[in-house]
């Protein structure tokens, strides 16, 4: 009865998160004594497929259909079913991010299996099965018990330490059998953002808010992200007039992210902003005002002007690049 | 086409999160509910197509589970322009528990387009949609941007964690929805608050459920460590700090 994860991958590899998501499967099965097997759908590279085994899965199913080449929630939950089924599975492990929220629902229902989504940490008990997740936005945690056989999880990004091991997976191709209800949503067109850091996937992201005062003032924003590999994020407001796009928004009502380091450039901290950034590891804010509720969640602060002190922080990482 | 949306009875996003009996249960105590946010905007949307489709859409429909306390949430929505609403009486347990009882209480009423949101901004479920969706044996299509309709037709747009896809579905359907779809939430006119009182709020009574999940206790983050500032007229020492100190860089 091993432990089952679904490995998302994005383009032909494996994200980052699916990594995460091995990593802590492969504590709660060794907790349970028993086993990781990952599951990927769609088209993955042959090299790329095993790695999931370097994180600890001993098993690695495969399923590949030419229809499967974007997310169709119906078809993939009822394979991620079906292949929980035939491996026994009694825990079922997914991201919480944007496929993990489409998919568990569903496969939750199929199985009658109890779903916890956004847990921060490994099961605190096993019998009753006990998780932590964020209640509140991020304002709380709560305790929950899983009652039902099998019990489903989706983790909240960056909540646990990606851990390499030695470890030889098997891999075997999976055959689902489906129905024609499970392609009634047809995808007629995609549009990628390519050659940017994902926000959810990043590991630093410099933002900005009103503060900036203007989408012409957004070129510092952007030449640190790129020195540091880093995504670019914004307050509502930003995005509301337009300064920045859409998929920028950070906050209670735009996604919430947990990166390494949160650089806050002219924002001034509002609870509905912090409920997106404030399981971030460190917070950095930048505001002229010594008032602004961000310094109250931040880690490190500077008292100025962005338009000022943007331009040092580029040198000061231009140097230290320079000297490592 | 009919459009039912699903509505959460939350506490104000700006309420201060307490909790009582040795930290088990959520102190309601002086907290001001309001429509989930998404749920607002999905209304907000809804009205808007059915305004501007030429009579694509006959009717608006808002469901809670829950007491009789969250009628005013409901009667609410009615005063921003839903044509009635159902509530199922009793207590929500978790979200299969919900979802199955929306599922139970709507199955026979010919839905087209059923939108939830993508989360509660209390427990941060992420379910309801999709559990729904998956007992009425229907397509769901998550983290919706914008809906758009044209006579029998549905066109979504969906957001992925790297771009963004269009998406056409079969009816009926679950939207589970998210920013964009409408961009400020409607607020209730005097006429409508006048209006909701005379619409219908049908109380429907709750069938056999299971709940999967039990909430046993709470806790608060702890208090942060207070902020190391830095020198303005040394940018230099923070990229240090963020070097050496935090090594996040
Ligand atoms: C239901 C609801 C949901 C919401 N959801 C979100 C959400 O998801 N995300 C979100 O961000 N907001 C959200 N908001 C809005 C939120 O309440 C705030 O209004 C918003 O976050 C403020 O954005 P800001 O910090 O960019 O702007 P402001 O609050 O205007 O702050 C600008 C800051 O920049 C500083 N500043 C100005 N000039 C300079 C300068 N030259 N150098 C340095 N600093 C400078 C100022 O001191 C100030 O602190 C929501 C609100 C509601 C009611
Ligand atoms: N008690 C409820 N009654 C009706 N709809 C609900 C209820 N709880 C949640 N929903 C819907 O499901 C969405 C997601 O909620 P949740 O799964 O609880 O995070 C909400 O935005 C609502 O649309």
């Excluded at chain 1, 922080?313 to 490592?324: F, G, M, N």
Aim: hydrophobic share 40%.
């Amino acid at each position: 009865m091993p432990v089952l994860v679904y490995t998302e991958n994005w383009d032909g590899k494996f994200k980052k998160l699916s990594f995460e998501l091995v990593s802590y499967a492969s504590e709660i099965a060794k907790m349970m004594g028993t086993s990781v097997t990952a599951l990927s759908i769609g088209n993955v590279e042959q090299n790329e497929l095993k790695k999931p085994g370097s994180y600890g899965a001993s098993k690695i199913i495969e399923v590949k259909d030419d229809r499967l080449n974007h997310l169709i929630n119906s078809a993939y939950s009822s394979i991620i079913s079906q292949v929980a089924e035939s491996e026994g599975a009694n825990v079922i492990v997914f991201s919480n991010n944007f496929t993990g929220k489409a998919l568990s629902p569903r496969v939750s229902v199929k199985l009658k299996a109890g779903l916890v989504s956004g847990v921060t940490a490994l099961p605190s008990n096993l019998d009753p099965f006990t998780v932590q997740k964020k209640v509140f936005t991020g304002k709380a945690f709560a305790n929950v018990v899983i009652k039902s056989d099998i019990k489903i999880l989706t983790l909240s990004q960056n909540s646990f330490e990606i851990i390499e091991t030695e470890n030889n997976a098997t891999i075997e191709a999976f055959t689902p059998e489906f129905t024609d209800n499970d392609f009634r949503t047809e995808v007629k067109d995609v549009t990628k953002v390519t050659g940017k850091v994902l926000l959810t996937d990043a590991e630093i992201v410099v933002s900005g808010g009103r503060g900036m005062k203007g989408p012409e003032n957004w070129k510092p924003i952007e030449e640190l992200a790129e020195l540091l590999v880093a995504a670019t994020a914004c307050s509502r407001p930003v995005s509301d007039e337009g300064w920045r796009p859409h998929e920028e928004h950070t906050g209670q009502t735009g996604k919430i992210i947990a990166p390494n380091l949160y650089i806050a450039c002219g924002i001034s901290g509002a609870i509905q902003h912090l409920a997106g950034v404030s399981s971030s590891k460190f917070i950095v804010a930048i505001n002229k005002d010594n008032d602004a509720p961000i310094f109250e969640a931040a880690d490190y602060g500077i008292i100025g002007d962005v338009n000022k002190v943007l331009p040092e922080i580029i040198e000061a990482v231009k140097e230290l690049k320079a000297e490592s | 086409m009919k459009i039912l949306i699903c509505i959460s009875n939350v506490p104000d996003t700006t309420t201060k999160i307490r909790f009582v009996n040795d930290n088990t249960a959520f102190d309601t105590n002086g907290v001001q509910w309001i429509i989930n946010p998404w749920d607002e905007l999905a209304l907000t949307r809804a009205l808007e197509l059915k305004e501007t489709t030429g009579g694509a859409i006959e009717k608006v429909t808002v469901i809670n589970v829950g007491t009789k306390d969250t009628e005013p949430t409901l009667r609410k929505a009615l005063a921003i322009g839903a044509d009635d609403a159902i509530r199922v009486n009793t207590e929500p347990k978790d979200a299969f528990f919900v979802a199955y009882h929306i599922s139970e209480a709507v199955k026979n009423e010919g839905y087209d387009m059923i939108i939830a949101g993508i989360d509660s901004s209390d427990y941060n479920g992420a379910a309801v949609g999709g559990m729904l969706a998956e007992f009425l044996g229907v397509p769901s299509v998550s983290s919706v941007s914008s809906i758009d309709v044209e006579g029998d037709n549905v066109s979504l747009k969906r957001e992925i964690d790297g771009g963004s896809e269009v998406i056409g579905t079969q009816l009926p359907f679950v939207a589970i929805i998210q920013k964009g779809v409408a961009i400020e939430p409607r607020i209730p006119s005097m006429r409508g608050i006048m209006m909701a009182r005379k619409k219908p709020l049908n109380v429907v009574e709750p069938v056999e459920a299971d709940a999967l999940t039990e909430f046993v206790s709470y806790e608060l983050p702890q208090a942060k460590a207070a902020c190391k500032m830095v020198d303005p007229e040394n940018v230099k020492e923070l990229i240090n700090l963020l070097h050496t100190e935090a090594k996040v860089i």
